[in-house]
């Protein structure tokens, strides 16, 4: 869809039922901002609002800006608007997925190369460092870096240079850096797997983005927004959303958040005979009283799904109690603080608009946490026919023994098949080179698997 040069700055009541044309005034003020050609940025919502703020703050600078989000939620957007109104929106824009490039020429793609440096190199290659001179580099999914690149990419944004590949000449460079992921930097530090030094230097000034989850006023503006959009591209006369469709979307918890929920309304367009968009939402997945989305029996669950379900038994087992010797940091092997971190994560610290709704109560004084029993009863995770409950049998198991066995049954459901389509990386929602290593850390090894292909 392409970008609209302005951005929403009024809260806009609409009737579900109201004109599409109406979602032309989800438009943020200029003015607000400033810059030209703006990315399209939907919402009025307090959490958009704030993160709003925040880039409002920070684009004028040139401070490396680390964003942290679930994916779906707009990190690229963002990043985007922040260097449309810096002062270096006439200089390059340049962007590298760390978890897209094969970790064998991430660094030839980030620095660069000289002729020679390596099989197949014939001639000199420029890397994305020199091409963003002058401009910003965004490194999205930057916890999927390598360990090994982590010291390079330290050195060239604390000294401003670096070297080819197979060079000895020192080239200088002038860029802002802005990275994203959606994976917990801090968990992965204690887990070795991230270094800590890169870790503070990335993050001058973070900025969490809300899920989709939690901004439910945004929804109707969003689905009107997209609906307009593919109405006019497939060049269907729809004027209006069913109130009963956009009571559906408001109460669903869409897990892949705002990209989740573009392709819905892209479905349900193309569905479209009427002048009234009116659809249901896939069979797949199905929304309980409380706005809950859990996938159907026969669909497996995503690796976030499975740890939410498992942190929420143990909790259930401990009657809501975090810390201390039988808590449930204690139980699912993780440090008290870690687990909490993970609880907020994953939603489970939400009292609204949620599919997993726990308070996490910590007495300040003392290590022992909780977690109001009630809150567990209300939401019980998953189902019998799902998912193994380790409460029955009375068995601990940590996190990372459930996440062991969660990856190997979906390899072996998928014929040891990683990437591509109805692959295990695809079904579990998780980069290729993510699963990859988390199955390399856990031990998990696809001979266990009778075809394994990658």
């Known amino acids: 869809m392409s970008a609209q040069t302005s951005w929403a700055s009024e809260a806009l009541a609409m009737n579900p039922t109201a004109s599409l044309e109406d979602s032309e005034k989800v438009a943020f ?52 608007a922040i260097h ?60 999927d870096l390598p360990l090994e690149l982590q010291p390079k990419l330290l050195r060239v944004m604390q000294e401003r240079e670096f070297e080819r590949l197979g060079g000895a000449a020192t080239i200088h460079t002038d860029v802002r850096v802005i990275c994203a992921t959606h994976r917990n930097l801090v968990e992965m530090i204690s887990e070795r797997q991230f270094r800590a030094d890169l870790f503070y230097r990335l993050g001058v000034f973070p900025i969490e983005l809300p899920p989709l989850r939690d901004r439910p006023e945004d929804i109707r503006l969003l689905a009107h927004h997209f609906a307009m959009g593919y109405a006019a591209r497939m060049h269907k006369r729809i004027t209006a959303i069913s109130e009963e469709f956009m009571a559906t979307l408001v109460r669903h918890s869409w897990p892949g958040n705002v990209r989740e929920l573009q392709n819905l309304i892209e479905r349900s367009v193309i569905l479209s005979t ?4 009116s659809h249901s939402l896939p069979e797949r997945a199905h929304t ?47 440090r008290r603080t870690t687990l909490i971190y993970k609880m907020k994560r994953l939603g489970i610290h939400r009292e609204h608009g949620s599919a997993l709704r726990v308070r996490a109560v910590a007495a300040l004084p003392s290590a022992e946490g909780s977690v109001p029993p009630s809150a567990l009863r209300a939401h019980e995770v998953g189902s019998s026919e799902n998912s193994k409950s380790r ?26 098949l990683i990437a591509g389509k109805r692959g295990a990386a695809q079904v579990l929602g998780v980069p290729v080179s993510t699963l990859r290593s988390r199955m390399k850390r856990l031990g998990i090894k696809l001979t266990q698997c009778p075809s394994p292909r990658i």
Request: net charge negative; charged share 25%.
């Open 391 to 416: 409460s029955d049998t009375g068995r601990v198991c940590t996190l990372a023994e459930a996440v062991r066995e969660h990856i190997s049954e979906v390899v072996e459901m998928t014929n040891g």
């Open 84 to 143: 449309k109104c810096s002062h270096r929106s006439n200089g390059p824009f340049v962007k590298v997925n760390c978890a897209a490039i094969p970790a064998g020429l991430l660094e030839s793609e980030l620095f660069g190369h000289e002729c020679g440096a390596y099989t197949g190199a014939v001639t000199r290659g420029i890397g994305r460092f020199e091409r963003a001179h002058r401009g910003t580099l965004f490194l999205d999914e930057i916890g």
């Open 274 to 277: 009427g002048a009234v968009l």
């Open 288 to 334: 309980t009283e409380g706005g809950s989305k859990w996938s159907t029996p026969s669909t497996p669950r995503t690796l976030e799904q499975a740890e939410s379900s498992h942190i929420l038994e143990t909790l259930q087992q401990t009657k809501g109690v975090i810390g201390g010797r039988n808590g449930a940091a204690a139980r699912l092997g993780l």
């Open 29 to 80: 003020d200029d003015r607000e901002i400033g810059g030209k050609d703006l990315p399209t940025i939907i919402g009025t919502s307090a959490a958009l609002r704030r993160v709003l703020d925040m880039v409002r703050l920070v684009a004028p600078t040139d401070s490396t800006v680390l964003i942290n989000g679930e994916t779906g939620t707009g990190k690229e957007l963002i990043v985007e």
